[in-house]
């Protein structure tokens, strides 16, 4: 499994995901929501998500590393790609978990975490993706649970970059150090904050 996602990570260094396209049945959307091992699990246990990856879109530097993203000088965001069947599962579902676990009303940070590679934003593929994507914000906008606008950009993806291999799944091969991690950075206490529950 790890030599196929090292040649998985291979190919699309060579061919970014944003340029390929999904085999017959399959669609693709990306988010960027703070730190990405935070955003995979909300979306790996919905029934028609295929496969969730870390990575890097928004920036300026072929195939970064995670410390040159980190570092904030490539612009690129931590984002979350997720390969899903469109239909077992709907954009605007995925809208709707996207919202659900970050904080919309900041900046160039999520919780803990602060800089331009921690913004969030929610990277179309179609003209299709940007209408519902922007419906949904519109929306949100006028039942929002709290009081603080909703900044959150709305944006054309450009090339994907995967993160690195020991960034996958992270919470699954590293679970004590994520629960860690997701506790300290108080995000579940935020969520329930801002949304009157924090997300499982």
Request: contains cysteine; glycine residues 8%; aromatic residues 12%.
């Amino acid at each position: 499994m790890n030599v196929l996602r090292a040649l998985f990570a291979v190919i699309l260094a060579t061919y970014p995901l944003a340029g390929l396209a999904q085999p017959a049945g399959r669609e693709v959307a990306t988010f960027a929501g703070g730190c990405f091992w935070c955003m995979e699990p909300p979306y790996d246990v919905l029934p028609g998500v295929i496969s969730t990856t870390s990575g890097y879109m928004g920036g300026s530097k072929r195939n970064p590393t995670y410390e040159e993203v980190t570092s904030g000088a490539t612009g690129h965001a931590e984002v979350v790609q997720v390969v899903y069947d469109p239909k077992k599962v709907s954009y605007e579902t995925l809208l709707d978990v996207f919202w659900k676990n970050v904080d919309p009303t900041v900046r160039d940070r999520q919780f803990c975490d602060i800089g331009s590679q921690y913004r969030t934003s929610i990277f179309y593929h179609t003209e299709g993706q940007k209408r519902l994507a922007e419906a949904s914000k519109a929306a949100l906008m006028k039942t929002k649970p709290f009081k603080d606008s909703v900044v959150t950009p709305v944006a054309p993806a450009g090339e994907f970059w995967p993160a690195e291999d020991y960034h996958q799944d992270f919470y699954i091969k590293n679970p004590v150090r994520y629960k860690f991690y997701r506790t300290g950075c108080g995000r579940d206490a935020r969520l329930k904050q801002l949304w009157g529950s924090a997300p499982h």
